[in-house]
């Protein structure tokens, strides 16, 4: 399994997450990356803190 394989398997297992924690869309990148830091979601990587550029990466792969 390449990378790329990987990380679009990992970005479908968040899914679920991103659309409980921002059900419409409303929230920043930024908010998003928060309740995910508080709520203990492991990162793309599993190492780190969320971010907003690292949200943006994961509904960037969802979306392709």
């Known amino acids: 399994e390449s990378r790329t394989e990987k990380a679009n398997h990992k970005a479908e297992r968040l899914k679920p997450v991103l659309n409980r924690v921002n059900p419409d869309g409303s929230l920043s990148l930024g ?32 979306a392709a």
């Open 31 to 62: 908010k998003v990356a928060s309740v995910l830091n508080i709520e203990g979601v492991p990162t793309m990587s599993g190492k780190g803190q969320w971010n907003s550029k690292s949200v943006q990466r994961v509904y960037q792969r969802l």
